[in-house]
């Protein structure tokens, strides 16, 4: 990957909407092991190879999310 590319902020931005979007259809969609709901529990993300002043604050963060149903928590 070009290093000029990394020290881009709005590839990042870019990168952050495909991240939304996705997020967006996935929580739409449900649980693909029971189909409930899904809670949002993100992470830290650990980005290697940029500059940590690069990243804004929601692009150090990893999207995710667990099953609200017992047993499940996929
Ligand atoms: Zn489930």
Do not use: N
């Amino acid at each position: 990957m070009c290093h000029a590319l990394l020290r881009d902020a709005s590839f990042w931005q870019f990168l952050h909407r495909i991240d939304q979007d996705t997020a967006a259809r996935a929580h739409a969609a449900g649980c693909r092991a029971c189909g409930g709901v899904l809670h949002r529990a993100d992470y830290p993300r650990k980005p290697r190879g940029v500059a940590h002043a690069v990243l804004e604050e929601r692009d150090r963060r990893r999207l995710s999310f667990c099953c609200e149903r017992e047993g499940c928590l996929r």
